[in-house]
Structures are given as C-alpha cells and as structure tokens.
C-alpha cells in the first residue's frame, strides 16, 4: 500500500525551540488516523507537516510526500470573509467540475442552503466550520486533515461531521484528525499517533 506521508527521525520546532523530536511516522492511502495528545504535544505541529503547512523549523528531517490531494480544516478558518458562502464555494472548487445543483445538495445536506448568498464575515463559528466541511465534501479530496474537529460543532454538526468521515472511509479515502482525545469519529480502520509517549 502506498505510503501518502513518511519520514523519519522527524525534529520540529519554533525558533530554538523543539516541539517533536526523532517521530518516524509512515502514512498509508486509504487508511486513517487520529493523532492524540495533550496540549503542547505537538499535534498541530505534525498535522501542519503532514499536510504541508508547516511554517516553523525542520532540524534534518528526513520527510517524503507523494503528490496527492490535500485538504486541511484548521482552527483557522481559510474561507474569505467578504465573500458570500456560494462565492467561497466557486473560489475552491474554481478547478473542480461540479454541476450548480450538486453544490446546492450538499449545502442543503450541511443545512447552509438559505445563507448561500450571506456573507461568511456574518457567520457564527459554527456555521463556519460547517461551511468547510461542506466545502471540503464537494473537493472530495484524496487526503482530509482536520485539527480539533469537534471545536465550534453543535451535537447535529458533529453527527454531519461523523456521516462525512465514514463515508470517506468506505470509498477508501484518507483522513487525518488530532485532537486531545480519541474522538470516536472514526468508527472503524483507523489507527492512533499518540505523542503523549
């Protein structure tokens, strides 16, 4: 099985100083993993790596991508704020050829479909994360990263988020989740990076 992401004797930090020291770490297409971790661990650290977003220090890393399809949901929003939502939606998905009614389904399906043509700067956190989510389901992307994915989700957002995962999962995509704790998003074939050893 093809490896999507390896390196060895992987050192990170900011400045001086490390927050990950000597990680080997080998990630295969079409299998998914939750990195854990308390505060501090490193777990953002490695996702930014992982999905080639790293902007701190790389002390003789030794690291491998293939290319691949990327995408990651940050705790920093990269949707354009004076933008309305459907305008968010054509700016990603500028190079993908999806019909006019598929992105209405899935906005509808992310219960977004009445704000399409209302700025994201007016939207609540929330419905941010929900916008991406809903974003990131039209790229359908190869590899998904999400960092704290349960941050700014209500119960019915969660559920969306846990539909999208298993989905991808059963059409053999990759996904990529940190948090502090596992978060039973992945209900099954997937395999935890625990930094806290």
């Given at each position: 099985m093809e490896e999507f992401f390896e390196c060895q004797n992987l050192t990170l930090g900011y400045g001086n100083q490390l927050v990950i020291n000597g990680l080997s770490v080998s990630l295969k297409l079409t299998e998914s993993y939750e990195i854990t971790g308390k505060n501090g661990s490193g777990k953002s650290t490695l996702l930014n790596c992982i999905s080639d977003n790293f902007l701190g220090n790389s002390f003789n890393s030794e690291i491998h991508r293939s290319k691949v399809t990327l995408k990651q949901i940050s705790s920093t929003t990269t949707l354009i704020p004076r933008l309305t939502l459907m305008e968010n939606v054509d700016y990603f998905l500028n190079f993908i050829n999806i019909n006019?009614?598929?992105?209405?389904?899935?906005?509808?399906?992310?219960?977004?479909?009445?704000?399409?043509?209302?700025?994201?700067?007016?939207?609540?956190?929330?419905?941010?994360?929900?916008?991406?989510?809903?974003?990131?389901?039209?790229?359908?992307?190869?590899?998904?990263?999400?960092?704290?994915?349960?941050?700014?989700l209500d119960s019915q957002g969660i559920e969306l988020l846990k539909k999208l995962i298993n989905e991808r999962i059963l059409r053999n995509k990759s996904n990529v989740l940190s948090s502090q704790i596992n978060t039973d998003l992945i209900t099954s074939r997937y395999n935890n990076i625990d930094l806290n050893v």
């Open positions: 006019s009614n598929e992105k209405l389904k899935v906005l509808e399906n992310y219960q977004l479909l009445n704000f399409q043509h209302e700025y994201i700067i007016n939207f609540s956190n929330g419905m941010i994360k929900r916008s991406e989510l809903a974003i990131v389901d039209l790229m359908d992307p190869q590899i998904l990263c999400i960092d704290e994915p349960y941050i700014y």
